[in-house]
């Protein structure tokens, strides 16, 4: 399979990139979502990539860039729910789970959309009582509400649609993370660079080198296999796209978090200060592990697939 970007996938790329820098430079990420952030993205076709005609391997590309700059938001559920309600969207699986349910970006939603095994309603976010929010969530740029009781709300979509958003939700929840993965390997790369120690670079120390380059392998092999899987979402016909779904969420939450932590490792103490990005990303990619399935669930979803795994 090639995995070079075609030149329209490159173009996509770099204009999502010029976007997110002009836009979205880490100093208005750190100021959290709000309705102009929202509006932006719209504007520039983030949310409706599908209805206007690409697939999800150009969604991935998206994606992974949005993640490269850490963008907040509900972003996946904005992207999965266009065409199906309107506004600032944000979702919440509760299916075999139970309350309190965990609801982020309540304050800036539109309309929630819950998920369970009978397919996806509309909750009107104006509607949910009884919010309380968390006062240190997980990530900082990613507020939470608890909330004990949701309204019915209005079915707008059942099993197909479940089916469907259960497939490409963690694929572009996983090129997200990959696109945080190569974040974190920049920033201690350069940083790398420029850190010195006994007159020297630490860059140039080989406990750090080693570090460095299992982040550069761990990173490309996740955007390999989450390429691999929006292709054979798109074309089904050329493997098994539930392993394939399953392995890219799989393999891309185990990047992000280990790139995360082990860029807190090369920046030292200046890791876990709020001055210093990667923990933002480190962040951001505990909380979208428990999206569409963690590392763990899809590992055994893969699993089940091979052939006397489990004898």
């Known amino acids: 399979m090639d ?36 509006a932006e993205l719209a ?4 949310f409706s990539l599908r209805s206007d005609g690409f697939g999800v391997a150009d969604a991935a590309v998206v994606f992974e860039e949005l993640g490269r700059a850490a963008v907040p938001g509900p972003l996946v559920w904005a992207y999965l729910a266009h065409g199906v309600v309107d506004g600032i969207v944000g979702g919440l699986e509760v ?3 139970r309350p309190p349910w965990m609801i982020e970006h309540i304050d800036a939603l539109d309309t929630l959309l819950v998920v369970d095994e009978n397919g996806v309603r509309a909750v009107p976010a104006g509607k949910i009582a009884g919010a309380d929010p968390v006062k240190r969530p997980l990530d900082p740029l990613t507020p939470v509400h608890r909330v004990d009781d949701l309204p019915t709300g209005e079915s707008v979509g059942g099993d197909e649609l479940l089916a469907r958003w259960r497939l490409e939700g963690p694929v572009v929840t996983a090129a997200f993370l990959v696109g945080a993965a190569q974040a974190c390997t920049d920033l201690s790369v350069a940083y790398a660079k420029e850190r010195r120690q006994f007159d020297r670079p630490i860059g140039s120390f080989q ?7 299992d982040m550069l392998v761990r990173t490309e092999v996740a955007r ?19 392993r394939a779904v399953a392995g890219a969420k799989m393999l891309a939450g185990e990047t992000a978090i280990a790139n995360g932590k082990t860029g807190i490792q090369v920046h030292g103490g ?10 933002l990303y480190l962040k951001r990619a505990w909380v979208l592990d428990t ?21």
């Open 3 to 38: 995995f070079d970007l075609s030149a329209d996938q490159v173009a996509l790329r770099d204009g999502i990139r010029s976007l997110c820098e002009g836009r979205f430079p880490i100093k208005r990420v750190r100021e959290g979502f709000d309705r102009s952030a929202h």
């Open 95 to 97: 299916a075999h789970r």
């Open 270 to 279: 200046m890791g876990f200060t709020w001055e210093v990005d990667v923990h």
């Open 43 to 46: 504007e520039a076709g983030v």
């Open 207 to 213: 406990a750090i080198k080693h570090l460095l380059a």
């Open 291 to 311: 999206v569409f399935g963690s590392v763990d669930e899809h590992a055994d979803a893969v699993a089940a697939t091979v052939p006397n795994a489990r004898q």
């Open 224 to 242: 390999a296999s989450v390429h691999a899987a929006a292709c054979t979402l798109d074309d089904p016909d050329v493997g098994d796209v539930a």
